[in-house]
């Protein structure tokens, strides 16, 4: 599960909305060790969709989770290719997470 | 799980780690050892052992044993390349990472050799010698000679990168549609090779990004090796019987890595 948990800390005045927050539990992921695993899920194909959590590796094609929504210039890990990541708008609008060497 | 000053110990939310310490935390053996018990613990000889072996023709299995027996030439190389590589890498945890790419590919080879032997094939060895794909051999040569030549940037981005890649594309499609045992040693290899086209493409990231005049002489190395790959890639997949939509997605997919690195 990854359920909308509550909304973050208030915003800092005149900035953004506050981002939604994610409880994260064990996907049953087995490629990290056990303390990393709720931080990645596989990619289930066809009728598959992320969360605002969510964006997917372009390295290795895993589905990578935050505990909170993510937004363009975040930076996130994939642990399993061990890749940096910045999470960008992509052409079709949606987010999409671009390796950072 | 972290440790406040009160002693109270908190998840670690690996997001937040800064850059350092992620890459000290996953080119380790601590790493490496946690996550492939994850993935091979209670399997025998890379697959589940209450898997049975299915029913197939003469023609399907000799198919099969070439597929796999180029596998091996594959892991070969690899192991060959990454036991020589860990002589030149220049740090620590290059090393330390380069170390366990060598424990996952004689893995890889024992257990595509075992799945030779469950296919039947007495001498896996001489079988191998015999079904090589010229182009792999051909490449497995070059790559060696980068290797002995002590050219890290362009024998990284020939094995873990090129190699990884096409390998990691082709393993993917073949598990799709394979039987179930080879499927399940398709599916542990894959996992592991996701940790190798990782280490290469980010390795050679931050190289190309520090001393773009490497470039060219990579641009060379790739140049040299695409039509040895695109060869094999094509041979392959003919033996597995992949349809022509799904050779070509299958080509794009090895061709990610190379071109997120600026390499069209």
Same mark, same amino acid.
């Given at each position: 599960?990854?359920?909308?948990?509550?909304?973050?800390?208030?915003?800092?005045?005149?900035?953004?909305?506050?981002?939604?927050?994610?409880?994260?539990?064990?996907?049953?992921?087995?490629?990290?060790?056990?303390?990393?695993?709720?931080?990645?899920?596989?990619?289930?194909?066809?009728?598959?969709?992320?969360?605002?959590?969510?964006?997917?590796?372009?390295?290795?094609?895993?589905?990578?989770?935050?505990?909170?929504?993510?937004?363009? =210039?975040?930076?996130?890990?994939?642990?399993?290719?061990?890749?940096?990541?910045?999470?960008?708008?992509?052409?079709? =609008?949606?987010?999409?997470?671009?390796?950072?060497? | 799980?972290?440790?406040?000053?009160?002693?109270?110990?908190?998840?670690?939310?690996?997001?937040?780690?800064?850059?350092?310490? %992620?890459? @000290?935390?996953?080119?380790?053996?601590?790493?490496? %050892? $946690?996550?492939?018990?994850?993935? +091979?613990?209670?399997?025998?000889?890379?697959?589940?052992?209450?898997?049975?072996?299915?029913?197939?023709?003469? $023609?399907?299995?000799?198919?099969?044993?070439?597929?796999?027996?180029?596998?091996?030439?594959?892991?070969?190389?690899? /192991?060959?390349?990454?036991?020589?590589?860990?002589?030149?890498?220049?740090?620590?945890?290059?090393?330390? %990472?380069?170390?366990?790419?060598?424990?996952? @590919?004689? *893995?890889?080879?024992?257990?595509?050799?075992?799945?030779?032997? #469950?296919?039947?094939?007495?001498?896996?060895?001489?079988?191998?010698?015999?079904?090589?794909?010229?182009?792999?051999?051909? %490449?497995?040569?070059?790559?060696? $000679?980068?290797?002995?030549? !002590?050219?890290?940037?362009?024998?990284?981005?020939?094995?873990?990168?090129? /190699? @990884?890649? /096409?390998?990691?594309?082709?393993?993917?499609?073949?598990?799709?549609?394979? #039987?179930?045992?080879?499927?399940?040693?398709?599916?542990?290899?894959? *996992?592991?090779?996701?940790?190798?086209?990782?280490?290469?493409?980010?390795?050679?990231? *931050? *190289?190309?990004?520090?001393?773009?005049?490497?470039?060219?002489?990579?641009?060379?190395?790739? !140049?040299?090796?695409?039509?040895?790959?695109?060869?094999?890639?094509? $041979?392959?997949?003919?033996?597995?019987?992949?349809?022509? #939509?799904?050779?070509?997605? +299958?080509?794009? /997919?090895?061709?990610?890595?190379?071109?997120?690195?600026?390499?069209?």
């Amino acid at each position: 599960m990854n359920d909308p948990l509550q909304l973050e800390d208030a915003p800092v005045a005149g900035s953004e909305t506050p981002r939604l927050r994610f409880l994260l539990d064990d996907s049953g992921f087995d490629e990290v060790p056990k303390k990393y695993r709720r931080f990645y899920r596989k990619w289930r194909g066809a009728g598959d969709v992320l969360a605002p959590n969510e964006v997917i590796c372009p390295v290795c094609k895993v589905v990578i989770r935050s505990t909170r929504e993510l937004r363009v =210039g975040d930076r996130v890990y994939c642990m399993p290719c061990m890749s940096r990541l910045v999470v960008m708008r992509a052409e079709d =609008g949606t987010l999409e997470a671009r390796v950072a060497y | 799980m972290a440790v406040t000053s009160a002693g109270v110990a908190t998840p670690v939310d690996v997001h937040d780690l800064d850059y350092d310490r %992620f890459l @000290e935390e996953v080119h380790s053996f601590e790493f490496w %050892f $946690e996550a492939v018990s994850g993935y +091979l613990s209670g399997l025998a000889w890379g697959h589940r052992p209450d898997l049975v072996e299915p029913a197939r023709t003469a $023609e399907e299995r000799d198919r099969l044993v070439t597929v796999l027996c180029n596998y091996c030439v594959g892991e070969t190389a690899a /192991l060959e390349g990454a036991s020589g590589l860990v002589a030149i890498a220049p740090n620590r945890l290059a090393k330390v %990472f380069l170390a366990t790419q060598v424990v996952d @590919e004689g *893995r890889h080879l024992e257990v595509f050799h075992h799945r030779l032997r #469950d296919l039947g094939v007495e001498d896996p060895e001489s079988e191998v010698e015999r079904r090589a794909s010229r182009s792999l051999v051909l %490449f497995r040569r070059r790559l060696l $000679e980068l290797v002995a030549g !002590k050219d890290w940037e362009a024998a990284i981005f020939a094995q873990n990168v090129i /190699l @990884e890649s /096409l390998e990691f594309a082709v393993f993917h499609s073949h598990a799709a549609g394979a #039987d179930p045992i080879t499927a399940d040693v398709l599916q542990g290899v894959i *996992r592991d090779e996701r940790r190798h086209i990782g280490f290469g493409e980010n390795e050679l990231g *931050r *190289r190309l990004a520090t001393a773009p005049h490497i470039r060219a002489r990579l641009g060379q190395t790739k !140049k040299e090796l695409d039509h040895l790959v695109l060869d094999s890639l094509e $041979e392959t997949s003919r033996l597995i019987g992949l349809p022509r #939509d799904e050779q070509d997605r +299958l080509g794009r /997919l090895y061709l990610g890595s190379v071109e997120r690195l600026g390499f069209a």
